[in-house]
């Protein structure tokens, strides 16, 4: 069983009504979707802080979950690591694809895509770099049995969205309620199964 | 982008739509997926309807509002005329469909 949950930092369903990627639309209209709701928090560490409930590293990675470039420090945490403030999106997409090939047959990877927002605060085209993303998403979702892309909050260009992202291959027991950044952590788990 | 949706609550609602000539309003729910989409389409399109004024109500918030609405599924666009319902949209739906329909509503 191979899993994967990746992060993309700044994406939100807006971008989607104005980029119209194709891969991610269609995977919108057919399987689980929902709503992260962060009004507070649009540190990295502090986001990741958050998500991984202060877990320490070592007890993530026998609980099944691999960290993939984390923005929890620079450069990122995890294998791989990476230097956020250099690194290309597609460098980093290409990476998130090996580290899916590489150990989501052991354990669920956890990889946080961040080069997008920061494409956005650099004012690079936001529907090229969604087109990117959409691309490799679709690579891995080729690999992979369970998957959720999620995002921790939203980011425009000029101000951050209160509310992401989340697609996935799993059920949440309440479809009526957005998903807070404390509840990630399980959702990773549950995809192993 | 600038904000031309106001946030209503149950209680503005009836005077919002009893006041305008034209009016769009959005019933939506902060964990629907679709409702995030629909906004920024509705967004996008407000700026070149001046004579259409647009608000949008939390359900879950209001959920008074969708049952006086009967309101069943999210997202729903309501349009009124002269305080009266004329057309329902309900789920995303394409820009160009969601013009035509704002061009029938002030036709």
């Not at chain 2, 309807?49 to 997202?75: D, M, V, W």
Request: with cysteine; hydrophobic share 40%; proline share 5%.
């Amino acid at each position: 069983m191979r899993a994967v949950a990746v992060s993309i930092s700044g994406l939100s369903y807006s971008s989607f009504a104005d980029c119209n990627p194709r891969f991610l639309l269609n995977l919108f209209s057919s399987t689980y979707r929902g709503v992260v709701e962060n009004r507070e928090f649009f540190e990295p560490i502090k986001v990741w802080q958050i998500i991984l409930r202060r877990t320490p590293f070592e007890d993530l990675l026998s609980k099944g979950i691999q960290l993939s470039n984390i923005p929890l420090s620079n450069p990122t945490y995890g294998r791989p690591s990476t230097d956020m403030f250099k690194i290309s999106l597609k460098e980093e997409l290409e990476l998130l694809l090996k580290a899916v090939n590489d150990y989501s047959d052991k354990y669920v990877v956890l990889f946080s895509v961040n080069a997008y927002e920061r494409d956005l605060k650099n004012k690079k085209n936001a529907c090229e770099g969604l087109r990117l993303i959409d691309s490799y998403l679709e690579a891995v979702f080729e690999i992979v049995d369970n998957y959720a892309f999620f995002s921790p909050y939203g980011f425009d260009g000029t101000k951050y969205e209160p509310y992401g992202v989340y697609i996935s291959s799993m059920p949440r027991p309440s479809e009526e309620e957005t998903i807070k950044l404390d509840q990630i952590l399980d959702i990773v788990l549950s995809l192993k199964i | 982008m600038q904000e031309l949706i106001e946030c209503l609550s149950f209680e503005e609602l009836e005077e919002f739509i009893e006041s305008s000539e034209y009016a769009v309003v959005d019933f939506w729910a902060p964990w629907c997926a679709p409702c995030h989409i629909l906004h920024r389409i509705l967004q996008s399109v407000a700026p070149a309807y001046s004579k259409i004024n647009f608000g949008r109500i939390n359900t879950q918030n209001y959920p008074e509002a969708a049952e006086k609405y009967e309101i069943y599924g999210l997202p729903t666009l309501l349009l009124f005329r002269n305080g009266h319902v004329v057309d329902r949209i309900v789920g995303v739906v394409s820009k160009n469909y969601l013009v035509e329909s704002l061009n029938r509503l002030i036709q």
